[in-house]
Protein backbone atom coordinates (compact mmCIF):
# COMPACT_ATOMS: atom_id res chain seq x y z
CA UNK A 1 0.00 0.00 0.00
CA UNK A 2 1.53 3.51 -0.89
CA UNK A 3 1.97 5.89 2.05
CA UNK A 4 1.02 9.42 1.13
CA UNK A 5 3.79 11.76 2.54
CA UNK A 6 2.61 15.75 2.69
CA UNK A 7 6.38 17.33 2.75
CA UNK A 8 6.34 20.70 4.21
CA UNK A 9 9.20 23.32 3.39
CA UNK A 10 10.30 20.46 0.18
CA UNK A 11 11.76 23.25 -2.25
CA UNK A 12 14.56 23.80 0.68
CA UNK A 13 17.78 22.93 0.85
CA UNK A 14 17.37 19.73 3.32
CA UNK A 15 13.10 19.10 2.55
CA UNK A 16 14.06 18.71 -1.32
CA UNK A 17 16.41 16.14 -0.83
CA UNK A 18 14.68 14.41 1.55
CA UNK A 19 11.59 14.40 -1.61
CA UNK A 20 14.56 13.37 -4.32
CA UNK A 21 15.92 10.28 -2.03
CA UNK A 22 12.15 9.44 -1.07
CA UNK A 23 11.43 9.09 -4.99
CA UNK A 24 14.71 8.31 -6.28
CA UNK A 25 16.43 5.18 -7.13
CA UNK A 26 17.42 4.00 -3.70
CA UNK A 27 13.99 5.07 -2.42
CA UNK A 28 11.10 3.13 -0.68
CA UNK A 29 8.90 2.46 -3.41
CA UNK A 30 5.75 2.52 -1.60
CA UNK A 31 5.21 6.54 -0.88
CA UNK A 32 3.48 9.09 -2.93
CA UNK A 33 5.01 12.95 -1.90
CA UNK A 34 3.01 15.99 -1.75
CA UNK A 35 5.01 19.20 -1.44
CA UNK A 36 3.69 22.07 0.72
CA UNK A 37 5.82 25.05 0.22
CA UNK A 38 5.52 29.06 0.25
CA UNK A 39 8.14 29.13 -1.97
CA UNK A 40 9.99 32.05 -0.12
CA UNK A 41 13.51 33.23 -1.15
CA UNK A 42 14.87 30.11 0.13
CA UNK A 43 12.43 27.78 -1.69
CA UNK A 44 13.66 26.64 -5.36
CA UNK A 45 11.62 24.94 -7.48
CA UNK A 46 14.21 24.12 -9.17
CA UNK A 47 15.45 22.06 -6.59
CA UNK A 48 12.91 19.15 -7.31
CA UNK A 49 13.43 19.57 -11.03
CA UNK A 50 14.72 15.68 -10.77
CA UNK A 51 11.60 14.37 -9.72
CA UNK A 52 8.52 16.75 -10.93
CA UNK A 53 7.86 14.16 -13.39
CA UNK A 54 7.33 10.96 -11.26
CA UNK A 55 3.50 9.57 -10.82
CA UNK A 56 3.88 10.08 -7.38
CA UNK A 57 4.80 13.54 -6.89
CA UNK A 58 2.81 16.90 -6.37
CA UNK A 59 3.63 20.32 -5.27
CA UNK A 60 1.26 23.00 -4.05
CA UNK A 61 2.20 26.54 -3.03
CA UNK A 62 1.16 27.53 -0.34
CA UNK A 63 1.86 28.54 3.61
CA UNK A 64 1.50 26.37 6.07
CA UNK A 65 -0.15 29.31 8.15
CA UNK A 66 -3.12 28.85 6.09
CA UNK A 67 -5.32 26.68 8.01
CA UNK A 68 -7.59 25.93 5.60
CA UNK A 69 -4.99 25.00 3.02
CA UNK A 70 -3.59 22.64 5.47
CA UNK A 71 -6.99 20.79 6.52
CA UNK A 72 -7.72 19.77 3.19
CA UNK A 73 -4.40 19.00 2.91
CA UNK A 74 -4.41 16.64 5.88
CA UNK A 75 -7.56 15.00 5.26
CA UNK A 76 -5.70 13.49 2.07
CA UNK A 77 -2.43 12.41 3.21
CA UNK A 78 -1.50 9.30 5.91
CA UNK A 79 2.11 10.93 7.26
CA UNK A 80 3.81 14.44 7.41
CA UNK A 81 7.31 15.26 7.27
CA UNK A 82 7.47 18.94 8.44
CA UNK A 83 10.66 20.71 7.47
CA UNK A 84 9.45 24.58 6.23
CA UNK A 85 10.50 27.14 8.71
CA UNK A 86 12.48 30.23 8.54
CA UNK A 87 16.30 29.18 9.11
CA UNK A 88 19.30 31.23 9.08
CA UNK A 89 19.73 32.73 12.27
CA UNK A 90 20.95 35.90 10.96
CA UNK A 91 17.81 37.18 9.42
CA UNK A 92 15.95 35.83 12.57
CA UNK A 93 18.66 38.62 14.48
CA UNK A 94 17.55 41.83 12.06
CA UNK A 95 13.79 40.36 12.74
CA UNK A 96 12.28 37.65 14.25
CA UNK A 97 8.47 38.11 13.57
CA UNK A 98 8.06 36.09 10.51
CA UNK A 99 10.69 33.30 12.59
CA UNK A 100 7.84 33.22 15.27
CA UNK A 101 4.93 33.15 12.47
CA UNK A 102 6.21 30.61 10.39
CA UNK A 103 7.73 28.35 12.86
CA UNK A 104 5.72 28.53 16.29
CA UNK A 105 2.25 29.67 14.21
CA UNK A 106 2.90 27.50 11.16
CA UNK A 107 3.94 23.98 13.05
CA UNK A 108 0.79 24.35 15.67
CA UNK A 109 -1.51 25.26 12.43
CA UNK A 110 -0.02 21.85 10.92
CA UNK A 111 -0.11 19.61 14.16
CA UNK A 112 -3.62 20.89 14.78
CA UNK A 113 -4.73 19.92 11.53
CA UNK A 114 -3.17 16.70 11.91
CA UNK A 115 -4.66 15.57 15.05
CA UNK A 116 -8.48 16.58 13.72
CA UNK A 117 -7.85 14.63 10.11
CA UNK A 118 -6.46 11.66 11.61
CA UNK A 119 -3.35 11.22 10.34
CA UNK A 120 -1.13 8.63 11.43
CA UNK A 121 1.82 9.81 11.74
CA UNK A 122 4.14 13.66 12.70
CA UNK A 123 7.87 13.49 12.34
CA UNK A 124 8.94 17.18 13.12
CA UNK A 125 12.33 18.37 12.23
CA UNK A 126 13.98 20.28 14.42
CA UNK A 127 17.83 21.30 15.59
CA UNK A 128 20.09 20.82 17.45
CA UNK A 129 20.05 24.82 18.43
CA UNK A 130 17.06 24.59 20.70
CA UNK A 131 19.18 23.29 23.75
CA UNK A 132 21.63 26.49 23.71
CA UNK A 133 25.74 26.54 23.58
CA UNK A 134 27.70 23.97 25.18
CA UNK A 135 31.36 24.11 26.22
CA UNK A 136 32.33 20.48 26.92
CA UNK A 137 30.40 16.81 26.21
CA UNK A 138 27.38 16.39 24.07
CA UNK A 139 23.31 16.88 24.51
CA UNK A 140 21.14 14.17 25.10
CA UNK A 141 17.66 14.25 24.03
CA UNK A 142 16.71 14.98 27.53
CA UNK A 143 19.02 17.53 28.15
CA UNK A 144 16.39 20.97 28.69
CA UNK A 145 15.79 23.62 26.14
CA UNK A 146 17.48 26.96 26.58
CA UNK A 147 17.69 28.40 23.00
CA UNK A 148 19.57 31.91 22.72
CA UNK A 149 18.45 32.70 19.10
CA UNK A 150 15.47 34.00 17.56
CA UNK A 151 15.61 30.89 15.31
CA UNK A 152 16.46 28.76 17.81
CA UNK A 153 13.90 29.76 20.29
CA UNK A 154 11.26 29.72 17.65
CA UNK A 155 12.09 26.04 16.81
CA UNK A 156 12.22 25.17 20.62
CA UNK A 157 8.83 26.80 20.96
CA UNK A 158 7.60 24.40 17.80
CA UNK A 159 9.04 21.15 19.44
CA UNK A 160 6.92 22.15 22.67
CA UNK A 161 3.63 22.23 20.50
CA UNK A 162 4.39 19.82 18.23
CA UNK A 163 5.10 17.61 21.11
CA UNK A 164 2.10 18.75 22.92
CA UNK A 165 0.24 17.03 20.72
CA UNK A 166 1.08 13.70 21.44
CA UNK A 167 0.67 14.28 25.20
CA UNK A 168 -2.72 15.38 25.08
CA UNK A 169 -3.93 14.41 22.20
CA UNK A 170 -1.69 11.20 21.77
CA UNK A 171 -1.07 12.23 17.91
CA UNK A 172 1.95 10.38 16.79
CA UNK A 173 4.82 13.07 16.69
CA UNK A 174 8.41 12.04 16.84
CA UNK A 175 10.65 15.68 16.65
CA UNK A 176 14.17 15.23 15.69
CA UNK A 177 16.93 17.35 16.22
CA UNK A 178 20.44 17.54 14.11
CA UNK A 179 23.24 19.44 13.71
CA UNK A 180 24.68 21.78 10.71
CA UNK A 181 23.77 20.33 7.49
CA UNK A 182 26.13 20.62 4.13
CA UNK A 183 25.63 19.34 0.72
CA UNK A 184 24.60 20.28 -2.66
CA UNK A 185 21.28 22.61 -3.03
CA UNK A 186 22.35 24.57 -0.20
CA UNK A 187 21.22 28.25 -0.53
CA UNK A 188 24.20 30.42 -0.42
CA UNK A 189 23.57 32.63 2.66
CA UNK A 190 25.12 29.70 4.93
CA UNK A 191 28.13 29.47 5.74
CA UNK A 192 29.95 26.68 3.43
CA UNK A 193 27.86 27.57 0.33
CA UNK A 194 28.49 31.31 1.05
CA UNK A 195 32.50 30.41 1.43
CA UNK A 196 32.69 27.93 -1.63
CA UNK A 197 31.17 30.64 -3.93
CA UNK A 198 32.59 33.46 -2.79
CA UNK A 199 36.57 31.54 -3.31
CA UNK A 200 35.27 30.34 -6.51
CA UNK A 201 34.69 33.72 -7.54
CA UNK A 202 37.94 34.79 -6.17
CA UNK A 203 36.11 36.94 -3.36
CA UNK A 204 36.76 37.14 0.53
CA UNK A 205 35.24 35.10 3.04
CA UNK A 206 33.71 37.14 6.44
CA UNK A 207 34.77 34.79 9.38
CA UNK A 208 32.69 35.73 12.49
CA UNK A 209 34.83 37.01 15.55
CA UNK A 210 37.58 34.71 16.22
CA UNK A 211 36.88 32.10 14.40
CA UNK A 212 36.63 29.51 17.15
CA UNK A 213 32.77 28.93 17.15
CA UNK A 214 32.84 24.84 16.78
CA UNK A 215 29.94 23.06 15.34
CA UNK A 216 29.11 19.03 14.36
CA UNK A 217 28.94 18.99 10.79
CA UNK A 218 26.07 16.24 8.95
CA UNK A 219 25.75 15.53 5.44
CA UNK A 220 22.45 15.83 3.72
CA UNK A 221 22.36 12.08 3.11
CA UNK A 222 22.93 11.01 6.89
CA UNK A 223 20.50 13.28 7.72
CA UNK A 224 17.70 11.59 5.31
CA UNK A 225 18.99 8.38 6.60
CA UNK A 226 18.36 9.70 9.85
CA UNK A 227 14.63 10.83 8.99
CA UNK A 228 13.66 8.23 7.40
CA UNK A 229 14.99 5.94 10.16
CA UNK A 230 12.99 7.89 12.63
CA UNK A 231 9.52 7.92 10.26
CA UNK A 232 9.50 4.17 9.68
CA UNK A 233 11.12 2.44 12.88
CA UNK A 234 11.27 5.31 15.49
CA UNK A 235 8.45 5.82 18.19
CA UNK A 236 5.58 8.07 19.21
CA UNK A 237 6.36 10.94 21.35
CA UNK A 238 9.97 10.78 21.30
CA UNK A 239 13.09 12.64 20.69
CA UNK A 240 16.11 11.79 18.12
CA UNK A 241 19.33 13.53 17.67
CA UNK A 242 21.23 13.52 14.36
CA UNK A 243 24.59 14.21 14.16
CA UNK A 244 27.58 13.84 11.82
CA UNK A 245 30.20 13.30 14.25
CA UNK A 246 32.53 15.65 12.86
CA UNK A 247 33.21 18.61 15.17
CA UNK A 248 35.00 22.04 13.59
CA UNK A 249 35.45 25.21 14.46
CA UNK A 250 34.70 27.90 11.62
CA UNK A 251 38.48 28.32 11.28
CA UNK A 252 39.33 24.64 10.95
CA UNK A 253 36.07 24.62 8.64
CA UNK A 254 37.53 27.77 6.36
CA UNK A 255 40.87 25.94 5.87
CA UNK A 256 39.58 22.91 4.92
CA UNK A 257 37.12 25.30 2.46
CA UNK A 258 40.49 27.31 1.03
CA UNK A 259 42.38 24.24 0.54
CA UNK A 260 39.34 22.69 -1.36
CA UNK A 261 39.02 25.87 -3.42
CA UNK A 262 42.76 26.35 -4.24
CA UNK A 263 42.97 29.89 -2.14
CA UNK A 264 45.10 31.35 0.33
CA UNK A 265 44.01 32.85 4.14
CA UNK A 266 45.95 36.23 3.90
CA UNK A 267 44.47 37.24 0.46
CA UNK A 268 40.70 35.65 1.43
CA UNK A 269 39.82 36.18 5.09
CA UNK A 270 38.27 38.27 6.43
CA UNK A 271 37.34 38.94 10.27
CA UNK A 272 34.01 40.09 10.84
CA UNK A 273 32.41 41.28 13.64
CA UNK A 274 31.15 38.45 15.52
CA UNK A 275 27.59 37.54 15.60
CA UNK A 276 25.26 38.91 18.13
CA UNK A 277 24.71 36.06 20.92
CA UNK A 278 26.87 33.89 19.06
CA UNK A 279 26.69 30.30 20.07
CA UNK A 280 29.99 28.87 20.63
CA UNK A 281 29.93 25.21 20.45
CA UNK A 282 27.05 22.97 19.48
CA UNK A 283 27.04 19.06 19.94
CA UNK A 284 24.50 16.43 20.10
CA UNK A 285 24.74 13.09 21.56
CA UNK A 286 23.35 10.05 19.01
CA UNK A 287 23.36 7.28 21.24
CA UNK A 288 19.68 6.84 21.62
CA UNK A 289 19.22 6.78 17.69
CA UNK A 290 22.43 4.90 17.09
CA UNK A 291 21.58 2.52 20.06
CA UNK A 292 17.70 2.31 18.89
CA UNK A 293 17.17 2.51 15.25
CA UNK A 294 20.43 1.60 14.51
CA UNK A 295 22.02 5.04 12.34
CA UNK A 296 25.37 5.36 11.60
CA UNK A 297 26.35 8.29 9.62
CA UNK A 298 28.00 6.96 6.43
CA UNK A 299 29.59 10.24 4.86
CA UNK A 300 33.03 11.11 5.63
CA UNK A 301 33.59 14.89 5.58
CA UNK A 302 36.19 15.20 3.46
CA UNK A 303 34.82 13.25 0.98
CA UNK A 304 31.31 14.89 1.45
CA UNK A 305 32.67 18.59 1.47
CA UNK A 306 34.98 17.72 -1.86
CA UNK A 307 31.93 16.50 -3.77
CA UNK A 308 30.06 19.72 -2.36
CA UNK A 309 32.56 21.73 -3.79
CA UNK A 310 32.50 20.35 -6.77
CA UNK A 311 28.65 20.78 -7.09
CA UNK A 312 29.18 24.62 -6.72
CA UNK A 313 31.84 24.51 -9.15
CA UNK A 314 29.41 22.51 -11.74
CA UNK A 315 26.78 24.45 -11.10
CA UNK A 316 26.94 28.01 -11.04
CA UNK A 317 23.32 28.53 -13.01
CA UNK A 318 21.79 26.93 -9.94
CA UNK A 319 23.74 29.81 -6.81
CA UNK A 320 24.23 32.70 -8.89
CA UNK A 321 21.20 34.19 -9.38
CA UNK A 322 20.20 33.38 -5.80
CA UNK A 323 23.74 34.99 -4.99
CA UNK A 324 22.43 38.28 -7.27
CA UNK A 325 18.52 38.25 -6.08
CA UNK A 326 19.83 38.05 -2.10
CA UNK A 327 22.76 40.70 -2.36
CA UNK A 328 24.95 38.36 -1.00
N1 LIG B 1 20.22 23.61 7.44
C1 LIG B 1 20.61 23.11 8.59
O1 LIG B 1 21.81 22.96 8.82
C2 LIG B 1 19.61 22.68 9.63
C3 LIG B 1 20.10 22.14 10.79
C4 LIG B 1 19.19 21.72 11.75
C5 LIG B 1 17.83 21.81 11.51
N2 LIG B 1 17.37 22.37 10.37
C6 LIG B 1 15.90 22.43 10.17
O2 LIG B 1 15.59 21.71 8.99
C7 LIG B 1 14.48 22.31 8.33
C8 LIG B 1 14.84 22.59 6.89
O3 LIG B 1 15.99 23.45 6.86
P1 LIG B 1 16.62 23.95 5.48
O4 LIG B 1 18.02 24.29 5.75
O5 LIG B 1 16.27 23.02 4.39
O6 LIG B 1 15.78 25.31 5.29
P2 LIG B 1 15.59 26.20 4.00
O7 LIG B 1 15.55 27.61 4.49
O8 LIG B 1 16.55 25.84 2.93
O9 LIG B 1 14.13 25.79 3.45
C9 LIG B 1 12.96 26.14 4.12
C10 LIG B 1 11.80 25.87 3.17
O10 LIG B 1 10.59 26.18 3.86
C11 LIG B 1 9.76 26.96 3.00
N3 LIG B 1 8.90 27.84 3.84
C12 LIG B 1 9.31 28.85 4.65
N4 LIG B 1 8.24 29.41 5.24
C13 LIG B 1 7.14 28.71 4.83
C14 LIG B 1 5.75 28.81 5.09
N5 LIG B 1 5.26 29.75 5.92
N6 LIG B 1 4.92 27.93 4.51
C15 LIG B 1 5.39 26.97 3.66
N7 LIG B 1 6.70 26.85 3.35
C16 LIG B 1 7.56 27.71 3.92
C17 LIG B 1 10.73 27.78 2.15
O11 LIG B 1 10.13 28.24 0.94
C18 LIG B 1 11.83 26.75 1.92
O12 LIG B 1 11.56 25.96 0.76
C19 LIG B 1 14.12 23.56 9.13
O13 LIG B 1 13.03 23.26 9.96
C20 LIG B 1 15.36 23.84 9.95
O14 LIG B 1 15.04 24.46 11.17
C21 LIG B 1 18.24 22.82 9.41
Given at each position: ?????????????????????????????????????????????????????????????????????????????????????????????????????????????????????????????????????????????????????????????????????????????????????????????KVIPLFITNLLDGGKVPLYGDGGNVRDWLHIDDHVQGIELVRTKGRSGEVYNIGGGTELSNKELTWLLLEACGADW???????????????????????????????????????????????????????????????
Amino acid sequence: MTTKILVTGGAGFIGSHYVRTLLGPGGPGDVAVTVLDKLTYAGNPANLDEVRDHPGFGFVQGDICDAELVGKLMAEHDQVVHFAAESHVDRSIDGGAEFVRTNVLGTHTLVDAAHRAGVERFVHISTDEVYGSIDEGSWPETHPLEPNSPYSSAKASSDLIALSYHRTHGLDVRVTRCSNNYGHHHFPEKVIPLFITNLLDGGKVPLYGDGGNVRDWLHIDDHVQGIELVRTKGRSGEVYNIGGGTELSNKELTWLLLEACGADWDTSVEYVTDRKGHDRRYSVDCTKIRAELGYEPRKDFATGLAETVQWYRDNRAWWEPLKERAAL
